[in-house]
């Protein structure tokens, strides 16, 4: 079946640590994004690439990095410079040339100790 | 201005009402408009699309109202199932990317 996974589900770290989550997808979309979502807001988008090396900040890029060097794969580094790690993080993908609907993965639940 | 704006409820029904939501936009350039369904602690999932001239997938109808820069979504007969936070998304910002509001919460209820 096609789809997106993410891992792990729930991630535990310590301050200070850098932490890389996965996504990979197997639905041959080009674009892929990465969104943080905290309690009570709305997704608000970190990172996003439209096709394979090359990726653009989003709205909340600080302390975040990314890299798409396979079509399928935009692991996400939540490194030590971000003040407020915890939250729940999405990865999606979409096809190009479809209508934007965007797919989600089942998500990550990064908590910073 | 938010960029998509949703009354954040929660709504509160009996099972079998009617219930409907709003949800407003700043872009008067936007291109694609979706409803997502998000329950608790999992990811968003699609819902509809909304289209200008409205649509309606069984008990959920969809508009767009352009001149005003809205999107509806109306719920028949409610079921205890429906309980979930409902996500308005314009893609308001050029290329693929898309705006989400902060969605309007849902419980149907005996």
């Known amino acids: 079946d096609g789809g997106i996974t993410q891992s792990p589900k729930y991630l535990f770290r310590k301050e200070g640590q850098n932490v890389t989550l996965s996504c990979e997808q197997n639905?041959?979309?080009?674009?892929m994004y990465w969104y943080r979502q905290d309690p009570g807001q709305g997704l608000r988008l970190i990172y996003y690439?439209?096709?394979?090396?090359?990726?653009q900040k989003g709205d909340i890029a600080e302390g975040y990095s990314v890299s798409r060097e396979k079509k399928e794969s935009f692991p996400l580094t939540v490194t030590s410079a971000q003040k407020n790690p915890t939250a729940f993080y999405l990865c999606?993908?979409?096809?190009?040339?479809?209508?934007?609907?965007?797919?989600f993965g089942p998500g990550t639940r990064l908590t910073v100790l | 201005r938010k960029e998509v704006e949703q009354d954040p409820g929660p709504f509160n029904v009996p099972e079998g009402a009617t219930v409907a939501f709003n949800c407003t936009y700043s872009?008067?350039?936007?291109?694609?408009f979706f409803w997502y369904r998000q329950d608790c602690r999992k990811e968003p999932k699609l819902l509809m699309s909304v289209y200008s001239s409205g649509n309606e997938d069984g008990r959920f109808t969809a508009q767009l109202n352009r001149a005003s820069q809205y999107i509806s979504l109306l719920i028949r007969d409610s079921k205890l199932s429906d309980s979930a936070t409902y996500l308005c998304?314009?893609?308001?910002?050029?290329?693929?990317?898309?705006?989400f509001g902060t969605g309007t919460q849902l419980k149907v209820e005996l």
């Open positions: 872009n008067s350039a936007s291109q694609s």
């Open positions: 998304v314009v893609n308001g910002r050029g290329g693929n990317k898309l705006t």
């Open positions: 999606a993908s979409t096809s190009i040339a479809g209508d934007n609907e965007q797919f």
């Open positions: 690439s439209q096709i394979v090396n090359d990726f």
């Open positions: 639905l041959n979309h080009d674009a």
